[in-house]
């Protein structure tokens, strides 16, 4: 996974990876999306973990990702008080709808969120319990 102590807030990326590559390809915008919310959480291009949000954007990461950040979220939402739980899971899955967003609609029209977004989404929501 070439995921080390270094890396960990790399985990915090990988809903935003996980939405972007949900329909089995990546455009300019959820890639833009997905940087700017790197940015957004405090990642910087100089920092180890956005290498690998590039790398993960560029090529798509096995599901195993997903299953480490789901059981490293089922292990710390646990620990974390309600207000910090809720203040994590919506900040995550406020970043992940802003990807799966990014190229959704025409026009500002229709549905901005896929099918295979939303249920990404979904499962992201629920690693929270």
Request: proline share 0%; glycine share 8%; no cysteine.
């Given at each position: 996974m070439n995921i080390s102590a270094n890396t960990i807030a790399a985990l915090s990326l990988v809903p935003l990876v996980t939405v972007a590559w949900a329909d089995?390809?990546?455009d300019d915008?959820?890639?833009?999306?997905?940087?700017?919310?790197?940015?957004?959480?405090g990642i910087r291009q100089q920092d180890v973990s956005y290498p690998l949000l590039e790398q993960w954007l560029r090529n798509r990461p096995s599901a195993e990702l997903l299953s480490?950040?789901?059981a490293y979220i089922g292990a710390l939402a646990p620990t974390l008080n309600a207000e910090a739980r809720n203040?994590?899971?919506n900040?995550?899955?406020?970043?992940?709808r802003q990807v799966a967003e990014a190229t959704g609609g025409?026009?500002?029209l229709g549905r901005k969120v896929s099918d295979a977004e939303a249920n990404v989404l979904?499962?992201?929501e629920q690693a929270f319990g």
């Open positions: 089995g390809e990546i915008k959820e890639r833009a999306a997905a940087l700017a919310g790197a940015t957004e959480a480490t950040w789901q203040s994590l899971k900040s995550l899955l406020a970043r992940a025409f026009l500002g979904r499962d992201l």
